[in-house]
């Protein structure tokens, strides 16, 4: 329970006491770089969508970055990672770059996918990601049968499974747990818990509001994990990870976040309270870990300016690149439908 | 005399007049209720009926639409809103092998009488799982009735008619067209499943469609006429059963048809269609049937992809043109 006391110490901050890093600045630096670039590019995405660069859904990863940010430094290289739509976050903390990933967005060719998945499917073999799925739920046994491969293949590697509070309703996840733990498959399952599910809290939708206790039902060892630190969600993926790398077979993390826009750019919100989004924002994780990081007095304002500034200038490139670069030509729509290049698609 | 609503308000007035007719009628679905519909065509109807009559449910698509015929097959009148059909696929155990052949099955025994909802189609820059029509998916199973209308009168007078069918009903609106206005009489009525409707009468070109393609077909109709061609355009309403009818007898007229459906080409509504001209009017064809579709790809998400998937009134007039034999 590292995590925990830590937990307790850093919110009980005082100005002028200094709390030594729990982790070393390289490692504080990196979490902020990746939190702080998801974060400028969300913004920039919902800029590019308002002036109409960007169409169709757009669901931004904002309030949830420390997600993203503790997983990664948790894994190693050959570890797999699937998620739902709302992956922008995921796809940057994987490597995918902004350029390519605002391409992707823009329907650029130039993009992640050639401009053919947009917001919602990203994909990249490169940095094992799969993706950027959108049928609600559905990864959850994909991210299963990733994890099957992985021990079919006998690596030591292992499968982050990811999905909402929302698709944690669906059967799938029931089927994808029994067999997980069946067989014993080297599945990380990860529900990002940010309570809304589109205009539907969490609350209304089961008897059983601790999402992480539907792994129990499977002896799952199934935990509740703070989502607004890096800290946490790093401790807690470290400790899943050596538990399943050992052979024991799936971990079931339920982390806690919050989303700070609505369900996607077109969605009000109404149904969360003013009081309610600015207690969240509160907790703002960009904002905390900056404070950590100060607090300790072991980094400058200076060092995370320069992150700053380099971040900004990079999602501005990222978007000059976007705009510039040319749409997919009209004859892409019947490549990549079938993996035989001459397939006789009917044309008329 | 009429008034003019949107299709969602249209689809809400249909289903509404039914609940208040039939305490037996309910509707259930993801943010139905307290969010008022994902397109807002359940707008509303939490505060009038309440809480037991308009249900929101989880993300369990499949589960939903099972209790859904559980509770048709014991006296209920469901309607179970999908937010769009390409959700629905997780729920097509329910659809396909339950509510179409619960009839069958039990010999006569039980009902299934229940109305299953949901835009289908592309709505834009969705890409390839948001995209999809399910028209030909449906059309091909014996037990269901598929409705496919954006009209709002008529859709309306048809939601009432599937809701008051003793078999299950597969209701296939659209999502873009939710805003569509249209004249809706004043009085009630309901529009018989199974007749379609001549939108415009033509006599050198019969062509069929439905759903939002009717807007690209009246389009491409209208541009015809300048050229000197008279087109008729049929609106199919309800892919299932099929007004064979009325298609044939236009063709008959007309000689000569042309086929748009947004559905891929294979296998698909447009190709009953043109197996049941010319099994009805092979004699009075004067050209080969042509069928204007979406490409046969998975719909990507750039709009210069979009663009190029989707049939529209340059590609409907090439056609006519084809039949008529004025391609040069
Ligand atoms: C099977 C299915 N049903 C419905 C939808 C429509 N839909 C898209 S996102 C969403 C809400 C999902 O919420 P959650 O899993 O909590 O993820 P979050 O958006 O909060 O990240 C819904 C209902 C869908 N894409 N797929
Ligand atoms: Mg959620």
Known sequence: MVAESKKKSDTSTKKNSKHKLAYSKEQYLSWYELMFRIRKFEEAALLAYNQQKIRGFLHVYIGQEAIAAGMESALIPGDAIITGYRQHGTAIGRGCTTKECMAELFGKATGVNKGKGGSMHFFSKEHKYFGGNGIVGAQIPIGTGIAFAEKYKGTNNLCVTMFGDGAARQGALHEAFNMGMTWKLPVLYVCENNQYAMGTSVTRTSNVQDIYKLGLAYDMPSEQVDGMRPESVYEAVKKAAVHIRSGKGPYFLEIKTYRYKGHSVSDPGHYRTREELKSYMEKDPVKMVEKVMLDSGEITQEELDNIQTAIKAEIKEAVKFADESPFPAPEELYTDNYSQPDYPFMKD | ?328
């Open chain 2, 1 to 328: 005399m009429g008034k003019v609503l949107q299709l969602r308000e249209a689809l809400r007035e249909g289903m509404a007049e039914e609940m208040r007719r039939d305490e037996n009628v309910f509707i259930m679905g993801e943010e139905v209720a307290e969010y008022n519909g994902a397109y807002k065509v359940t707008k509303g109807m939490l505060d009038e009926f309440g809480a037991k009559r308009v249900i929101d449910t989880p993300i369990a698509e499949l589960g939903f639409a099972g209790i859904g015929v559980g509770a048709a097959m014991n006296g209920l009148r469901p309607v179970i809103e999908f937010m769009t059909w390409n959700f629905a696929v997780l729920a097509f155990d329910q659809i396909v092998n339950n509510a179409a052949k619960t009839l069958s099955q039990s010999a006569g025994d039980f009902k299934c009488p229940i109305v299953f909802r949901g835009p289908s189609g592309s709505a834009g820059q969705l890409a390839q799982q948001h995209s999809q029509t399910f028209e030909s998916w449906l059309g091909n199973t014996p037990g269901l009735k598929v409705i496919s209308c954006i009209d709002p009168a008529d859709a309306k007078g048809l939601i009432k008619s599937a809701i008051r069918d003793d078999d299950p009903v597969c209701m296939m609106e659209s999502e873009i067209m939710y805003g569509y206005k249209g004249e809706v009489p004043e009085d009630e009525y309901l529009v018989p499943i199974g007749v379609a409707a001549v939108r415009r009468t033509g006599t050198d070109v019969t062509i069929v469609t439905f759903n939002k393609m009717i807007i690209e077909a009246m389009k491409a109709a209208e541009e015809l006429e300048g050229m000197g061609i008279s087109a008729e355009v049929i609106d199919l309403r309800t892919i299932r059963p099929l007004d064979h009818k009325t298609i044939v007898e236009s063709v008959r007229e007309t000689d000569r048809l042309v086929v748009v459906d947004e559905s891929w080409p294979l296998y698909g509504v447009s190709a009953e269609i043109a197996y049941e001209v010319q099994r009805y009017a092979f004699d009075y064809l004067d050209a080969p049937v042509v069928r204007v579709n979406s490409a046969d790809t998975s719909l990507p998400y750039a709009p210069t992809l979009v663009a190029g998937y989707l049939p529209n009134p340059e590609k409907i007039i090439e056609a006519v043109r084809s039949v008529t034999y004025q391609n040069t």
